[in-house]
């Protein structure tokens, strides 16, 4: 008997893939056997507003609400176990090459560490600049 | 430099795999599953990659878990055409055309698209056969043993267990942290250990003090970087530092330089320092070399036909030029004499006459027609001068051309010479010095093959230093070294002592060459002098916690203080959480059901125990 199920197990396991003709275009559309076919998501984000409001919540909305709630001071819970910030003063490395920077262009505010770096440096154009930056997170117009 | 290029070229030159993940098959459960207790289910939930598989018991507890594939989803290419439904893992194959279709449930390191987790979830149970086991109606039979993050957000462990509960109808659930599970696995069972577990994964790096077997979750801390944001820094260097191979550089091809190309170094400015050295450099760069691809960006011309190209433009501007000044002189010379015309009406005394043709000019006087005269008679002069000059001279000076003095009918067309002029001025102020120069017939053996390879020298350490020093790309968070220390400060002295006696290092971003020397190192540095510490790297860093994980299950089968069964799920909500050896602490915050869709929902009524109006804005 136990052959019998696992193999209609098995034979409606192969026919599910190609049985998708006929199902309508919702989230149940190949009834897969082992779930139910009704269920539907109830924090499909703002649930009581219908069809319209269908984007799930993203991580900084959660934390948001989860800040909301009675913690205590010592719980641990997502946002109080982030790392402190760095106390240290940071090292400076070059922008190209990544070898240890002593100087800075006053024009673009990359950092090089030898001459033909420098040379390189204003060379190049505006966009690769502004990446290098980018990539630093000193894109920042105020000095 | 050629024959230094030359002598060099042959070494180091590695090519890219681009491997393509096989379609996973549809396994058979076969009788590892049957059992005369329902078989538990393993499921390491990653952000990376998802691995499933059984947790037999029996004196053999198996291979590895049956399932690993990445945990991201597409949509078939060419919109939702019908039936054919997003895909998922392995059965993408190559994840390259798809990057940016490709979705995945994780923000971070949490669920939060539950939806396609539902998907994954799918994906697995039908891969793993689970259907052919069904004796229900509609409902997954087996325990279920869970991954989730460290001290993951109620809401999001809500909804896990909403899923699992009411859509696959689980028996009884249990959750765990993965490092802990790694840290389980690579400790001897019978002891109750405390240590400090590093872990780090695709988007995060933890370190969690573990004390008499429990985390002791107060005082754990997590880095937000990790193996996605090193790939992600190499691929912009990368593609700043080759700006016409951009599409080439792709984030698959740098994951793949990141496992088998780079290391972390033992101290990071020495090894910059021996980076300095040309020999060195061209020992250890690595230079991936691309598919060859026939469209070279950029311009395709050579040196000479950019130069033709320009003797073209400045013959072109003189023919326009020389144009444009003849035509302007007959105009004049037609004018003047008309003019000159109505001077002589004026001398011969035929006033009337002259008047008429005054008023056709619009002039008021005789004096302003002399005056008129003048000017024009002296603008005519000069064009012949003008013309003369650019017949005799081969080289134009076009820059020193000053417009025409303009007269007040034409001083359109004169404007419109200007801006022709200015428009080729920026062309030739750079480049009429280097129309004299002979062109260098450089490069006569075109190495095609060094065009197409990517020089990876320092960025083989600078990608993955980004955990210990997040400067590197901005963030403000302290490295691991730092933050150790951190950690270990706030405990007293003899339990220092107590947690570095057993520090594990778990994860796949653990996997660097190096990296155990490294963090040994960092320790060395922060502890007392002559203090001992232990450093462990997990037996498999990448699979440890399934295996961890499995071990717990077959461990734990018995026990009934670990599972969340259904009940508890109804009666506690879905945030509960039942504490175990690998568990998160769980705080008894009550979360109020979302309501769902459907008319006869549990409303906003069930939010017993919690407070505040940000709660209930949840329903």
Redesign the interface.
């Known amino acids: 008997m136990?052959v019998g199920?696992?193999m209609d197990?098995?034979s409606?396991?192969?026919m599910?893939p190609s049985d998708?003709?006929t199902g309508p275009?919702e989230?149940a559309?190949?009834p897969?056997?082992?779930?139910?076919?009704n269920?539907?998501?109830?924090?499909?984000g703002g649930?009581?507003a219908?069809k319209k409001n269908r984007t799930?919540?993203?991580?900084k909305q959660?934390?948001a609400?989860?800040?909301?709630?009675?913690?205590?001071l010592?719980?641990?819970?997502?946002f109080?176990?982030?790392?402190?910030?760095?106390?240290?003063p940071?090292?400076k490395?070059s922008d190209?090459?990544?070898?240890?920077a002593n100087y800075t262009d006053p024009q673009s505010k990359l950092r090089f560490s030898t001459i033909e770096e420098f040379s390189y440096i204003r060379r190049l154009?505006s966009d690769?600049v502004t990446?290098?930056l980018a990539?630093?997170?000193?894109t920042s117009i105020v000095p | 430099m050629a024959a230094a290029t030359a002598a060099g070229l042959a070494t180091n030159v590695f090519p890219f795999r681009d491997a393509r993940a096989a379609p996973d098959p549809v396994l058979e459960a076969g009788p590892v599953a049957h059992g005369s207790l329902p078989v538990p289910l393993v499921l390491d939930n990653g952000s990376f990659q998802a691995r499933a598989g059984w947790a037999c018991p029996g004196p053999d507890p198996g291979p590895e878990p049956r399932l690993q594939f990445r945990a991201v989803c597409a949509r078939g290419r060419g919109g939702a055409r019908g039936g054919a439904g997003p895909q998922v893992g392995n059965a993408l194959g190559s994840l390259e055309p798809l990057r940016w279709m490709l979705r995945s449930p994780f923000d971070r390191n949490v669920p939060v698209n539950l939806e396609l987790q539902e998907l994954l979830l799918d994906y697995s149970f039908q891969h793993l056969g689970v259907s052919s086991q069904v004796t229900g109606e509609g409902c997954v039979d087996h325990p279920i043993v869970l991954t989730e993050a460290v001290c993951t957000p109620l809401y999001s462990r809500q909804m896990m267990s909403e899923l699992l509960f009411e859509c696959y109808g689980i028996p009884k659930v249990a959750y765990g942290i993965d490092s802990l599970f790694s840290f389980y696995h690579n400790n001897p069972k019978n002891m109750i250990s405390s240590g400090l577990i590093i872990s780090s994964g695709y988007q995060c790096t933890h370190i969690l003090p573990i004390l008499e077997g429990r985390l002791d979750a107060r005082n754990c801390k997590r880095i937000n970087l990790g193996g996605s944001q090193a790939a992600g820094y190499l691929q912009r260097l990368l593609q700043l530092k080759y700006p016409g191979h951009l599409a080439a550089i792709t984030l698959s091809r740098m994951e793949e330089i990141l496992h088998e190309h780079s290391y972390i170094a033992e101290d990071y400015v020495e090894e910059l320092q021996k980076w300095r050295c040309p020999d060195y450099y061209e020992n250890n760069v690595h230079k991936m070399q691309l598919p060859f691809s026939s469209k070279l960006l950029g311009s395709t011309l050579t040196s000479e036909e950019k130069q033709e190209r320009r003797q073209q433009q400045l013959r072109r501007l003189q023919e326009l030029n020389a144009r444009r000044r003849e035509e302007k002189l007959q105009l004049d010379q037609e004018r003047l004499d008309r003019l000159l015309y109505v001077q002589e009406l004026l001398e011969d005394g035929q006033m009337d006459q002259f008047h008429k043709a005054l008023i056709e000019l619009n002039m008021d006087s005789p004096e302003e027609l002399q005056s008129y005269i003048q000017k024009l008679s002296a603008a005519v002069e000069q064009a012949k001068q003008k013309i003369l000059q650019a017949e005799v001279s081969l080289e134009v000076d076009v820059v020193d051309s000053k417009p025409e003095t303009p007269d007040l009918e034409q001083l359109e067309p004169s404007l419109e010479d200007v801006e022709n002029i200015n428009d080729f001025e920026p062309l030739f102020s750079e480049e009429t010095p280097e129309v004299e120069k002979p062109v260098a017939t450089v490069q006569p053996v075109f190495n095609l093959a060094a065009y197409h390879q990517l020089f990876v020298g320092t960025e083989r350490i600078r990608a993955p230093e980004i955990i210990f020093q997040p400067s590197l790309i901005g963030e403000e968070q302290a490295g691991i070294a730092e933050t150790l220390q951190y950690i270990l400060d706030r405990y007293p002295k003899d339990v220092q002592e107590l947690l570095v006696q057993n520090v594990l290092l778990t994860g796949g971003n653990m996997m660097y060459p190096g990296m155990k020397v490294r963090i040994e190192k960092e320790l060395l540095e922060m502890r007392p002098f002559q203090s001992s510490f232990q450093v462990q790297l997990a037996a498999n860093p990448v699979l440890d916690a399934w295996y961890g994980a499995r071990d717990w299950a077959l461990d734990h089968l018995d026990n009934e203080d670990v599972w969340i069964t259904r009940k508890d799920y109804e009666e506690k909500g879905g945030g509960y959480l039942r504490e175990h050896c690998a568990s998160n602490v769980y705080v008894p915050i009550r979360l109020p059901k979302q309501a769902s869709r459907s008319a006869e929902a549990q409303a906003s009524g069930k939010g017993s125990g919690a407070s505040g109006g940000g709660a209930g804005e949840q329903a």
């Not at chain 1, 269920?39 to 499909?44: A, D, L, P």
């Not at chain 1, 799930?56 to 991580?59: A, D, Q």
């Not at chain 1, 010592?74 to 997502?78: G, H, R, T, V």
């Open positions: 136990c199920i696992s197990g098995v409606e396991n192969k599910v998708f003709s275009m989230k559309a190949k897969l056997p082992f779930k139910d076919p269920f539907v998501h109830s924090g499909h649930a009581v219908g799930w919540k993203n991580l959660i934390l609400s989860e800040r909301a709630l009675p913690w205590q010592n719980d641990p819970n997502y109080s176990i982030d790392a402190p910030p760095s106390f240290k940071a090292k490395y190209v090459s990544g070898l240890l154009p690769v990446g290098y990539l630093r997170k000193a």
